[in-house]
């Protein structure tokens, strides 16, 4: 494995009982990155998470941090990490400044060191004039800021984050994001995040994609989306079969079925459209047209949506 990497992960497996969560995963994660594993529930994430953050055992494969192996050398893994769980973890009657403080004392920091890396770290996420304020009279946003504060105490190399941005409005995700920037920048911390939001998976530098357990694509945002290359189409209609069957035999495509869509990938799109709409527009219930997103980038490996139809009803 490359010295540089932050992180590296080489053939990880893992099951619970019968459930195999993980299915030989590999990536390395450079330093100074801000990388992100995106995948819809049940794909993996938490499980790779919680056996890099060394709360569950390395079953089958290797995952180092900054060289130190999970399962050889957790300690050193738990010194060079910082974590912050999606789970509340703030103790909302204290202020923001005894909630950091507290935190500090259980990693052995005391005095003017522990003083200054608290100051230096409100001011970095913005929360120096809350210092005083309850941790629970604070918005969400401000309070995930609070959480990564506290997990950047010990000064760590590696931060990972578990779905950062789930719960906080638009707002907050924003000001979130633009804090982790900084902190990178400012710091050259590497930042690993977990998330099923694929606005949040824009904003990182590289991704790793998981589905049921396997990572299915690997690359920055645009490396991903040039990967599925040209248009993707979306056809709602009321009669799929006789429409995909007519658009196979007219234009020699094959339409991808997708609940009650049809869907297909092709370079010059538009002339696509303006040929079926004047041959064929009975069965088109609306037609649409765009470049890639990271969504057709999933459905383009894995041959399904993200989301499945009662969970995109949720979410
Ligand atoms: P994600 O974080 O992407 O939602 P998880 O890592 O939580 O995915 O889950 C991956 C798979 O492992 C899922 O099928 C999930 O049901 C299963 N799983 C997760 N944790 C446990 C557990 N403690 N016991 C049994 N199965 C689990």
Redesign the pocket.
């Known amino acids: 494995m490359p010295g540089s990497s932050a992180i590296a992960v080489a053939h990880l497996a893992?099951r619970?009982?019968e459930?195999?969560?993980?299915r030989g995963v590999s990536f390395d994660v450079a330093e100074g990155a801000i990388f992100g594993?995106l995948?819809?529930?049940?794909?993996?994430?938490?499980?790779?998470?919680?056996i890099l953050a060394t709360l569950l055992p390395l079953q089958q494969g290797e995952a180092t941090v900054l060289g130190n192996s999970v399962a050889s050398a957790p300690d050193a893994v738990r010194r060079l990490i910082g974590v912050t769980f999606q789970s509340p973890s703030l103790d909302v009657k204290l202020t923001v400044g005894e909630n950091l403080k507290f935190h500090g004392y259980l990693y052995g920091l005391s005095g003017s060191q522990l003083q200054s890396r608290c100051s230096a770290l409100l001011d970095a996420l913005g929360l120096a004039d809350r210092v005083n304020d309850n941790a629970g009279e604070l918005s969400g946003g401000l309070q995930r800021r609070v959480e990564i504060a506290k997990s950047l105490l010990h000064e760590p190399r590696v931060l990972l984050l578990d779905e950062p941005s789930t719960g906080l409005d638009p707002g907050a995700r924003h000001d979130l994001w633009r804090y982790l920037r900084q902190l990178r920048e400012s710091s050259g911390v590497t930042i690993l995040v977990?998330t099923?939001l694929m606005e949040e998976a824009e904003r990182c530098d590289r991704l790793a994609i998981?589905n049921?357990?396997e990572l299915v694509g690997i690359g920055s945002p645009d490396e991903l989306r040039a990967s599925v290359g040209g248009d993707c189409i979306t056809i709602q209609t009321d009669n799929l079969e006789g429409l995909a069957g007519r658009i196979r035999e007219k234009f020699q495509l094959q339409p991808q079925k997708l609940g009650d869509a049809l869907r297909i990938e092709m370079e010059n799109g538009h002339e696509f459209v303006r040929d079926l709409m004047e041959a064929d527009s009975g069965d088109v219930r609306s037609i649409s047209l765009g470049k890639p997103t990271l969504e057709d980038v999933f459905i383009h490996k894995t041959g399904h949506r993200f989301w499945d139809e009662n969970e995109a009803e949720e979410s």
Not at 19 to 22: E, F, G, N
Not at 42 to 48: E, F, N, V, Y
């Open positions: 893992h619970y009982g459930t195999q969560a993980l594993l995948g819809p529930n049940g794909s993996g994430k938490t499980t790779l998470f919680r977990t099923h998981l049921h357990g």
